[in-house]
C-alpha cells in the first residue's frame, strides 16, 4: 500500500524551530518529487515547498524562503522539513504530499502533523 | 503568490452538474496545462481529482470533469452525489517552479 505518514508536529514558541519527518512506503520513494502543503485552522490549503527526486533541487513559497529548508534522505525513504523563525501564522495542519514521476500533481497525501506556534 | 480566485460555495441538487471556477493570471493557470483539481472531506486529507488540467487518476470517477480557457479553469462535477460535499481546490504550477492553491470552494448537495 502506496503511504505516507507525518511526525515531528507539536506546540512550538515564536521564534523556535521544528523538523517534521514523513515517512514513505509502498512506492519507490527516490523516482517520485516531493511537496510540504499546509493548511491553517479553518483556512485553505496553501503550498509550502518542493524538492526534486534526487533532492538537488527545490522552490519554496516566498512566505517561508529563508526559514524553511525541504530535504530528503532516500536511503531511508523520508522526506524532511526543518521550520526556523517560527511564527502564529505558521500554525496549522501540515500534509507531504507525493509527485508522481510524469504528472504535475500530487497524488499520494498523508494525514497530516499539527503545528501550533504559540506562548 | 497570492491564492488562486474560487468561488467561496457553490451548491446543487442530487443528480445536477455544478462547475468551479479558478482565476489565475498568465503566470500560472494561463500559461502552463498545469492544473489540478483536490477534493478535500472535514478533517481529512486532499486527495487527488484531475491533473494536468483535463487527466482523472485511475479510480476517479468520471463524473469528474476539468477544463481550461485563457487564465480560467474549471473542474464540472456532473450527477451531484450526497459524498460530493466538502471542498474543492485547484493548484497550478507557477513560472517561479513553485505551486499555487486555489482559496477553495465549499460545495453543499442540497
Known sequence: EVQLVESGGGLVQPGGSLRL???ASGFTFSRSWMHWVRQAPGKGLVWVARINSDGFSTSYADSVKDRFIISRDNAKNTLYVQMNSLGVEDTGMYYCARQESGIIAMDVWG?????TVAS | ???LTQPASVSGSPGQSITISCTGSNNDVGGYNYVSWYHQHPGKAPKLLIYDVTNRPS???PRFSGSK???TASLTISGL????EGDYYCCSYTTKSTRVF???TT????
Open chain 2, 59 to 61: 479510480g476517479v470517477s
Open chain 1, 21 to 23: 519527518s514523513c515517512a
Open chain 1, 111 to 115: 494525514q497530516g502533523t499539527t503545528v
Open chain 2, 107 to 110: 460545495v453543499t448537495v442540497l
Open chain 2, 1 to 3: 503568490q497570492s491564492a
Open chain 2, 69 to 71: 480557457s485563457g487564465n
Open chain 2, 81 to 84: 452525489q450526497a459524498d460530493d
Open chain 2, 102 to 104: 486555489g482559496s477553495g
